[in-house]
């Protein structure tokens, strides 16, 4: 199966919902970073979470990044999302190894520590909108609602989930994002907590095979649901060579020239995907040409 998120309404229009399964992008995610097990369900979470939050913006160009830092040893985390669905992310420290929370559940929060997280949407204004908040818990989903209700003022519910094989590769990877529009009464509101709070996990509902279409259907079936889009998805980063020339003629011809002479060669590396990218000394003094 592909990767794709669903954008839907419900109740109608009192309702929006998302929903995403990024079984293969959360794969590639592990595969380039040789990622743990609980660095990969942390990675996973925040990219599944980070596509649902991209479609949200509205213009093509516009950019979507999330930011965890923690005091665990994980340390960090960053993705970053396209209104497209091309996601991107890596995390500081791949190889770190916590203690299950229980027979099989992976800790996310105790490799996350305590630590905020910064939600920011560059939409082609002078300065993008940042919105940070301090973790309440950790776990991604529960912090994520926690930014919507506080932050942009939507009492919202986020369910995320990865499931991850012995052999440490992804099996499943989805969630789910749920939101109240300004215009919902009362009584929608609490007929839609009450399905919330008896709503699965969403590992545990990926693990019965749900689809989004049957995450939404389950939660938003009694509320006249109605899928508007859907839109594939998958890991995507656009660094290439001549970005990181232009990255390199950015650093201006002294920088430049101190490199060329001191370590006759330079290698950059793209954290989001792992690519290194050399360059000897006659391509430096070829660069340091277009340098000021
Ligand atoms: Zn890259």
Redesign the pocket.
Same mark, same amino acid.
């Given at each position: 199966m592909e990767d794709y998120i669903i954008r839907a309404t419900a109740a109608d229009g009192a309702i929006r919902a998302f929903a995403v399964t990024s079984k293969n992008t959360v794969e590639t995610a592990r595969s380039l970073h040789n990622t743990s097990p609980v660095a990969t369900a942390a990675l996973g979470r925040l990219l599944s979470a980070a596509a649902m939050m991209g479609i949200m913006l509205k213009g093509e160009k516009d950019l979507l990044t999330l930011q965890i830092r923690g005091d665990g040893p994980l340390q960090g985390i960053v993705v970053s999302a396209d209104s497209e669905a091309n996601v $991107?992310g890596y995390v500081f420290n791949p190889y770190v190894e916590v203690p299950d929370k229980y027979e099989g559940k992976l800790d996310v929060s105790k490799a996350i520590g305590n630590g905020n997280i910064s939600v920011i949407k560059d939409i082609g204004l002078k300065e993008p909108y940042c919105g940070q908040i301090e973790l309440v818990s950790g776990e991604i989903a529960e912090d994520l609602t926690y930014y919507f209700a506080k932050s942009e003022q939507t009492p919202s519910a986020v369910g995320l989930g990865v499931l991850i094989d012995r052999d440490t590769t992804v099996m499943a990877s989805g969630g789910f994002i749920i939101q109240l529009m300004p215009d919902a009464d009362d009584e929608i509101a609490e007929k839609l907590e009450e399905k919330i709070n008896r709503t699965p996990y969403v590992t545990t509902l990926l693990d019965m095979g749900y689809t989004p279409e049957d995450i939404l259907k389950l939660i938003l079936g009694d509320f006249n649901l109605e899928i508007n889009e859907k839109k594939e998805m998958r890991f995507y980063?656009? &660094?290439s060579r001549s970005r990181v020339e232009k990255a390199l003629i950015s650093l201006g011809k002294d920088e430049l020239t101190k490199i060329i002479e001191e370590d006759k060669k330079a290698q950059l590396h &793209?954290?989001? &995907?792992? $690519?290194e990218y050399n360059f000897n000394e006659d391509e430096l003094r070829e660069i340091l040409k277009s340098a000021l």
């Open positions: $991107k980063c656009n &660094c &793209c954290h989001f &995907c792992n $690519k």
